[in-house]
C-alpha cells in the first residue's frame, strides 16, 4: 500500500525526535536515525505534544527507524499515566521491520500501556485508526 504524505500544519525538532501536527489533533513523531528515547525524552514529547494539540485531547502515531531504540525505563515510563495522557488518547505505532514488530509485541504484553495503543504497517491505516479512537 503506497505510503500517504501530509504536508504538517507545525512541526518541531527535539533533540532525537520530530513531532508534527499532521491533522487537527493528529500528532506524528518520527524517531532520528541511531538514537535512544530516554526518560527526558519521553516527557518533553508529551509536553510538546500536548501544546502542538492546543491542548486538547490527541493522537499520537509514531515511526521509529531501524537503528533507534526505547530505553528499558523509557518504555516503562510511557506504559504509565500522567497528567498529559489524560489528553492522548491513543497511539499507533507504524511498524516497518521485524524488529520493531517483536520489540513493539513485547511491549505491549509486558508494559501493558494505558492509552489504547496499535501497531500499523502504514501512515495511511494509522491515521484512520487515530481519527476512530478520537471520535470515541
Do not use: C
Not at 502515531?61 to 495522557?85: C, H, L, P, W
Not at 521485524?98 to 492509552?115: A, C, D, G, H
Amino acid at each position: 500500500m503506497k505510503e500517504t504524505t501530509s504536508i504538517p500544519l507545525k512541526k518541531i525538532a527535539l533533540e532525537n525526535v520530530y513531532i508534527e501536527l499532521i491533522e487537527n489533533n493528529i500528532i506524528f513523531l518520527s524517531v532520528k536515525e541511531h538514537r535512544t528515547l530516554e526518560v527526558k525524552d519521553i516527557k518533553k514529547i508529551r509536553e510538546e505534544s500536548f501544546l502542538l494539540a492546543g491542548r486538547k485531547k490527541y493522537a499520537l502515531i509514531t515511526k521509529g527507524t531501524i537503528s533507534s531504540s526505547v530505553s528499558k525505563d523509557a518504555r516503562e515510563f510511557m506504559a504509565k499515566q500522567n497528567s498529559f495522557d489524560s489528553y492522548r488518547k491513543s497511539i499507533a505505532l507504524i511498524i516497518s521491520f521485524l524488529p520493531e514488530q517483536l520489540v513493539s509485541n513485547f511491549y505491549l504484553k509486558i508494559n501493558r500501556p494505558k492509552t489504547p495503543t496499535k501497531t500499523s504497517t502504514n501512515k495511511k491505516e494509522a491515521i484512520i485508526w487515530s481519527k476512530k479512537q478520537l471520535n470515541q
